[in-house]
């Protein structure tokens, strides 16, 4: 007998007028991009998505979590100190997750959530932010053998941005990767008997999101000094968007800004959700004879 489709639950990190605006430039919310993405690891998945920063969000319950064989967090614009109506349903929502012990994902926001949910703290980042491109992101020791960075080179290159990072671990937090300008740029938590693998980085973003970001971000980019002023700003995402349309065409361009197949490649690109799926989400659904 053949086994069923995952059922997996992807939680919208932003409120409704960020996701108004993304929509506005890409044509989908963040959500919908990893929907997409998750279908691409397991394409009989169905995917359902929840928005816990809307007002008035009706949630899953205790039983209606563990109904799903997976859940997976979202980036989001919002600041998690910031807490308020928009960001606490999402923390407890993450303690409701862990609890319930479906395999738990994030990305970015998705990490920080998961933090704060297990009783770490999240900061801003005393370097500053880190946008377009995630440099030398290194395995530790533990990372090196994990199963979420399986098929990654010891160092690597991904899609980031972000301002926030893991400032205090919880307890049961073990890095997997680092960088320069993150001590945590990926990491597993255990709490409360859950489990969750998540990355600050974001293997979900293509460089057509990239560029929607930069455009998001406006004159951040050229006031925190990314770019000399806004032509050079514009003209950056302009050169995204043409590496994204065509990377083999505009190897030129790749080569400028030391672009890899590891980026432009979908499915190099997004290794930890994939990894997931298939080393955390299929095995768990098996033991719980979900098959």
Same mark, same amino acid.
């Given at each position: 007998?053949?086994?069923?489709?995952?059922?997996?639950? #992807?939680?919208?990190?932003?409120?409704?007028?960020?996701?108004?605006?993304?929509?506005?430039?890409?044509?989908?919310?963040?959500?919908?991009?990893?929907?997409?993405?998750?279908?691409?690891?397991?394409?009989?998945?169905?995917?359902?998505?929840?928005?816990?920063?809307?007002?008035?969000?009706?949630?899953?319950?205790?039983?209606?979590?563990?109904?799903?064989?997976?859940?997976?967090?979202?980036?989001?614009?919002?600041?998690?100190?910031?807490?308020?109506?928009?960001?606490?349903?999402?923390?407890?929502?993450?303690?409701? #997750?862990?609890?319930?012990?479906?395999?738990?994902?994030?990305?970015?926001?998705?990490?920080?959530?998961?933090?704060?949910?297990?009783?770490?703290?999240?900061?801003?980042?005393?370097?500053?932010?880190?946008?377009?491109?995630?440099?030398?992101?290194?395995?530790?020791?533990?990372?090196?053998?994990?199963?979420?960075?399986?098929?990654?080179?010891?160092?690597?290159?991904?899609?980031?941005?972000?301002?926030?990072? #893991?400032?205090?671990?919880?307890?049961?937090?073990?890095?997997?990767?680092?960088?320069?300008?993150?001590?945590?740029?990926?990491?597993?938590?255990?709490?409360?008997?859950?489990?969750?693998?998540?990355?600050?980085?974001?293997?979900?973003?293509?460089?057509?999101?990239?560029?929607?970001?930069?455009?998001?971000?406006?004159?951040?980019?050229?006031?925190?000094?990314?770019?000399?002023?806004?032509?050079?700003?514009?003209?950056?995402?302009?050169?995204?968007?043409? #590496?994204?349309?065509?990377?083999?065409?505009?190897?030129?361009?790749?080569?400028?800004?030391?672009?890899?197949?590891?980026?432009?490649?979908?499915?190099?690109?997004?290794?930890?959700?994939?990894?997931?799926?298939?080393?955390?989400?299929?095995?768990?659904?098996?033991?719980?004879?979900?098959?």
């Amino acid at each position: 007998m053949s086994q069923r489709p995952l059922r997996l639950l #992807v939680v919208e990190g932003n409120t409704a007028e960020t996701c108004d605006r993304i929509r506005n430039i890409t044509g989908q919310t963040m959500s919908d991009n990893y929907a997409e993405v998750l279908r691409r690891a397991a394409p009989d998945a169905t995917v359902d998505i929840c928005f816990p920063a809307f007002p008035g969000a009706n949630l899953p319950d205790a039983a209606g979590l563990e109904s799903y064989d997976g859940v997976a967090i979202t980036g989001s614009a919002l600041n998690i100190y910031d807490r308020g109506p928009a960001i606490d349903p999402q923390i407890e929502l993450a303690r409701a #997750v862990y609890r319930s012990r479906v395999p738990f994902f994030g990305s970015c926001w998705g990490l920080q959530v998961a933090t704060v949910a297990a009783g770490g703290e999240v900061r801003r980042n005393p370097k500053g932010r880190e946008l377009g491109i995630a440099r030398k992101i290194t395995l530790t020791e533990f990372g090196g053998s994990h199963k979420m960075h399986a098929g990654r080179p010891p160092v690597f290159d991904a899609p980031c941005v972000h301002l926030d990072e #893991v400032g205090i671990s919880p307890d049961g937090l073990k890095v997997t990767a680092c960088n320069e300008v993150s001590d945590v740029q990926a990491a597993e938590i255990r709490h409360e008997g859950g489990l969750f693998w998540g990355v600050q980085y974001h293997p979900e973003f293509s460089l057509l999101d990239l560029a929607a970001v930069m455009l998001r971000y406006g004159p951040v980019l050229w006031q925190e000094g990314f770019f000399p002023d806004e032509a050079a700003a514009m003209a950056f995402v302009e050169d995204l968007k043409a #590496v994204h349309a065509d990377p083999a065409g505009r190897w030129d361009l790749a080569w400028r800004y030391g672009i890899g197949r590891e980026i432009t490649d979908p499915m190099l690109r997004q290794n930890e959700i994939t990894n997931w799926i298939e080393h955390y989400v299929q095995p768990t659904r098996s033991a719980r004879g979900r098959g």
